[in-house]
């Protein structure tokens, strides 16, 4: 079964603008991760969230974990154009397999 | 400090014949991991490695499909007889533990003719 639907698919803001994306998956889990992959490459891990944590800074990025809800938001302030990529939320399954969603694509306007 | 380094790039083949597609880990990463991603997809799951070990391959379709990380030298992700439906991208990601966080690399993208 699919985990870590990221909501929205497709957003397009301006820069300087905060953006939010949202996953949720199905699974319990020891820990969420959210990654970034810029057109035609490898992903790039941006910040791993624990069960027991609720929130997590790191620079512009702001994370959130709802247990309860088994979702996530990925926040990124003040956007630059080079935020511009897709953005995945992953959980780990079995002996460390990520499950990914299937990504928001996001677009930084100028 | 060179990340993961995949390689070719671009591989295209012709339908029926092998893909042979190469990844070299980070520096003191014995952890490696295979994906698959189609167009406007996420990546799915193929295989988990560790040294000349099968750790999971979960991901891998039964046939044609083969993956191996020897003692020496880079894992290989060997497809034979490849068909149209193989067209991808193939990801290898690597991690110095197995609780770690993955490093990629920047993929193959396999077009079959």
């Known amino acids: 079964s699919q985990q870590g639907e990221e909501d929205p698919q497709a957003l397009s803001i301006q820069e300087g603008e905060n953006a939010t994306m949202n996953c949720s998956y199905k699974t319990s889990i020891n820990n969420l991760q959210w990654y970034r992959q810029n057109s035609g490459r490898g992903l790039v891990h941006l910040i791993l969230i624990r069960s027991n944590e609720r929130e997590k800074h790191s620079g512009r990025l702001r994370v959130t974990l709802d247990t309860s809800k088994k979702s996530s938001s990925l926040l990124i302030t003040a956007s630059r154009a080079a935020d511009t990529a897709s953005y995945f939320c992953?959980?780990?399954?079995?002996?460390?397999?990520?499950?990914f969603g299937q990504g928001t694509r996001l677009t930084i306007n100028p | 400090n060179a990340g993961v380094m995949q390689n070719p790039r671009h591989l295209v083949r012709r339908r029926g014949q092998e893909a042979r597609l190469r990844c070299s880990p980070m520096?003191?990463?014995?952890?490696v991991y295979w994906y698959r991603q189609l167009p406007e997809e996420g990546l799915k799951f193929m295989v988990y490695l560790q040294k000349e070990n099968i750790i999971d391959e979960s991901g891998m379709p039964k046939e044609r499909f083969s993956a191996e990380f020897p003692k020496e030298g880079p894992s290989i992700l060997r497809i034979q007889q490849v068909v149209r439906g193989d067209s991808a991208a193939y990801f290898c990601?690597?991690?110095?533990?197995?609780?770690?966080?993955?490093?990629f690399g920047d993929g193959t993208r396999l077009s079959i003719l």
């Open positions: 992953a959980t780990v399954q079995g002996a460390q397999k990520l499950v």
């Open positions: 990601a690597s991690s110095p533990l197995a609780n770690q966080p993955q490093h």
């Open positions: 520096k003191g990463h014995s952890h």
